[in-house]
Every structure is written in C-alpha cells, then in structure tokens.
C-alpha cells in the first residue's frame, strides 16, 4: 500500500487525465504511458479528495453543521445562498476532466499482449462512475452521459435525462457483479494498487449494492415501488449484502507535502500539522451546538473542539455580520479531533453509518423485509457505527445510552416519525464526512424539520447547483439554460 502513493503522487504529472477532458493531444486509446493498474489509484484518489473536500465543505454548510466567525471576511456564499455559474466548478470539471477520463481509459483499455484481462479493473472503474454520476445527477440533474468522456470523438457531448441516467447506472452496478464474478483466469488483480479495498473484489460487489440502494432509496417519492422492488430483488439474488465497514481510501498517506489524508490537509499544514486559515475560518453552527447538547449527545466534543477563549461549545448563525466580541474564531467552536484525525490516516468514502440508516430508511418502507425490528435494529447500529467511527469513548455503550433516551428522532420507539428519525439520526452521523448527503436527503425529506435558513438570503434554500460558466462557454448548444432563480426552485427528478 506505502509504494501506491508514490505511483499517484509521480504519475499525477503525466497521468492521462489533465485539466480539460476536451483536449485532443493525445490518444485515450493509445497513451504513450500507462496501463490500468497505474491509472486506477490515480483516478480513485482524485475521485476521494473532491469527496473530500468541496463537497464534503459545500454540504456542512448546506446542512447548517459549520459557520464562519466574526473576524473572517469569507464564506459569504454560503449566509447569502448567491450562487453562480462561476461557483463549486471543481465538482462537474474534476468529475469530467479526471475522475472520468481515467476511468474511461481504464474500462477501453486493453492488453496489447492479450496475456492480461482487466475486468476487475473495468469493474472498479464502473462502480466508482455509478458513484460520481449518481452525485453529479443530484446536484445538477441532467448530465453528459452516453457521449461523454469521448474526447477527440465527441467534444460537445449532449446532456442525457436524469432519470434516464439514475436508471442507466442501476443497470450498471447490476452487471457489474457478473463482470467480477465470471471474470476469466487471466483477470488480474489490483491488489495494492487499488487504494480502497485492496483488490477484495467481495468488498466491491458489497460496495455497488450499497450504492445501488442509494439510489433506489432516492426514487421512493416517484411512484416507482414495482421497480424498486425488482432491483433489490436482484441486490438480493447476487448474495453479498452490504458493506459491513467505512469504505475508505489510503495509498499511503503520510505527512510530506502532497501526500497527506485529503481532508486533514484541506485544514491543517503539510508536514508541522498547524492550522490552516481554512481551520481557524470554519467553525461550528449555533443550530448544531445546541441540537447535540439538547439531546445529550457525546459526539459533540468529536466533531467539534471547545472555544480557545472560554473552553465552550459555542456555535455561531450562519451571518456575514456578527458581533466583534464573543464570536470570532477564538470564541466558538471548531472542526473536531473525531474529523480531523491524523494526516497518515484513511478517508471516507462511506460511511457504515451511513449504510445502515439507508437500509433502515429502505427497511421502514418496505422495500426490504424485515419490518420494524429490522428498521430499529440497523438504526440503532447506524447509531453505534458512528459513535465507534468518531471514537467516542466506550463507544457502543455510550451509543445504546444515548439512544435509550426517550427523546423523538433520538430513541426509535418515542419516534412517530420514524424516516423523520432516520435521517435526522443520518444527518449528526454524516457531520464532516458525507455531509453533501444530508444536504441532498434534507431536499428529498425535508429533514431534519427546522434547520435554519440564513437571516441574508431569499429566504430559500438552494436544491441545486448551476453548470459551471467553462461548461456553457464551450458546450452552449448542449448546456440546459438555467436562471439564478433555478437554484432554488428547479428541483432533482426525483423530488
């Protein structure tokens, strides 16, 4: 695993991706260097650190988990909800101009020698696109698919319907378990190249059922039970379940510059570990300081870190004004030692917890048998899994005291709304890690109830976001036209 991260960080300056998936230099086809199980860590690590870090940013703010204090001039966005074209590009250029191009790479190629089969690889690469394209669908609706990542072939590629996508990438993660398990005798594995499971392909089969689930669970307001059923029916008849740990990535971080965990380094200092303006600039909400002490929660001193000034947990609104005393970044709470852990260690893709409230949330409607014992039971573990993740201390006893109590959305029984719970239960175990998640699922909820809107925007929350302004400039015929008003009311397909 340690030799990996020496392979990305050196490959990275002459890796098949660079920064326009337009540019027709050279032959996807035909590279002059590279193979499959080069590329493959490359793409997987540039797919984890956007995860990481603009989406995992954009969605704390989203959710109302972060802030900005009183002597910082920043972050103006995110208390004015004033998006742009020109904002969060990195999330639809990085997904197109490296993420996929190099999974596209991976999935075309093959071995001139005809010795080596790469299905395994092939297999990968389509379950991390079933990832991205199910993000990229949720937060811009309409995408390139069918003629994307074509490059010299097809530079203005069409923009294919949501729904269409959504279903197209189901399907995918459908074949993708035969792909892995009638791979051929030569089919090579990528072992410690790949940096998130190792090369145990059992795991990956696991993973795209996750996924597949996630989807699905998205569609429960469309009418669509008949066809949500009939997919899980075919989760089930492959056999392997669901993830049954975090899904992370880890090439062998360290703590030299450039090779730090993505999510650390976005707030702390290559090499002497101090803290980055990004960490003294984000502290916590008033809204989830208070919700984590109203519901006694432990987690609070993990995801976040008492005040320097008064050694409290104190959140601030998400304003661009507040008061000069009592709520710069000294006097409120910041980013936790649950989050940021240490620069050598794994990222989150996904998170056990979050898994098991999905199943949960898909268990309470019926898509999966079990009724409400089984709801309750992988609710409680959701519970459990994050406690243990942020390493609170005795962590499942102090899960199963937490949620002992009576307190709605906080202990199962005393929840009349039971999906009520589960995502809002989601929505504290997501803080810092997949928080775009919560933003997304507080769209398709409206949970958790009552999450502030700031005081300086219209008085709505975005549901969307804008294609970015390089896109419309080079792709303008293909580009669905939106307004700035879009963003708050141009809702995804399965709203």
Request: with cysteine; net charge negative.
């Amino acid at each position: 695993m340690k030799k990996s991260i020496l392979i990305i960080f050196a490959f990275a300056l002459v890796s098949v991706s660079c920064s326009d998936f337009l540019d027709v230099n050279d032959n996807p086809n035909n590279p002059p260097i590279s193979t499959p199980r080069i590329t493959l860590p490359v793409a997987q690590q540039s797919f984890s650190s956007l995860n990481a870090r603009t989406m995992t940013y954009l969605g704390n703010f989203l959710a109302v988990n972060w802030a900005t204090p009183s002597n910082w001039s920043t972050n103006e966005i995110y208390s004015r909800y004033n998006f742009t074209a020109s904002d969060f590009n990195n999330i639809f250029e990085t997904s197109y101009a490296d993420i996929f191009k190099n999974l596209t790479y991976i999935e075309t190629y093959e071995d001139p020698s005809g010795t080596v089969d790469y299905s395994y690889y092939q297999a990968i690469s389509k379950i991390i696109k079933g990832f991205q394209y199910q993000m990229l669908v949720d937060l811009y609706g309409d995408v390139p698919y069918s003629e994307a990542n074509l490059r010299g072939d097809n530079t203005t590629p069409k923009y294919d319907d949501a729904e269409t996508i959504y279903k197209a990438v189901i399907e995918d993660l459908t074949a993708v378990v035969g792909l892995i398990n009638n791979a051929p005798v030569n089919a090579q594995n990528p072992e410690s190249q790949d940096i998130i499971f190792g090369g145990d392909m059992s795991h990956w089969i696991e993973f795209a059922n996750t996924i597949k689930l996630r989807m699905l669970v998205r569609l429960s307001n469309t009418g669509q039970d008949a066809y949500i059923a009939s997919q899980i029916a075919t989760i089930n008849a492959n056999g392997a379940g669901f993830i049954t740990t975090d899904v992370t990535s880890n090439p062998g971080y360290t703590t030299a510059q450039f090779k730090q965990n993505p999510f650390y380094d976005y707030f702390r200092v290559e090499v002497t570990a101090a803290e980055q303006d990004r960490g003294d600039f984000t502290v916590a909400s008033e809204y989830a300081i208070t919700y984590l002490t109203n519901t006694n929660d432990p987690r609070l001193e993990r995801l976040y870190t008492s005040s320097e000034n008064a050694d409290e947990f104190k959140g601030a609104q998400q304003k661009t004004i507040l008061p000069g005393v009592g709520f710069t970044s000294k006097d409120l709470a910041k980013i936790g030692p649950g989050l940021i852990k240490t620069a050598e260690g794994d990222q989150i893709i996904m998170s056990l917890a979050e898994a098991l409230f999905i199943q949960s949330e898909a268990t309470t409607r019926g898509y999966i048998s079990g009724g409400d014992a089984a709801a309750q039971a992988n609710y409680e573990a959701a519970i459990e899994a994050s406690f243990t993740q942020l390493e609170v201390a005795d962590p499942i006893a102090s899960a199963q005291t937490y949620y002992a109590q009576t307190t709605p959305s906080v202990n199962w029984s005393s929840s009349p709304n039971k999906i009520e719970a589960i995502i809002t239960q989601k929505w504290v175990a997501l803080n810092g890690t997949s928080s775009i998640e919560s933003w997304i699922d507080l769209t398709r909820t409206g949970y958790p109830a009552g999450l502030p809107i700031p005081d300086e925007s219209n008085g709505s929350r975005p549901v969307r976001l804008l294609y970015p302004s390089s896109e419309v400039s080079r792709n303008n015929d293909n580009v669905p036209t939106l307004t700035s008003n879009d963003v708050f009311t141009k809702n995804p397909f399965w709203k």
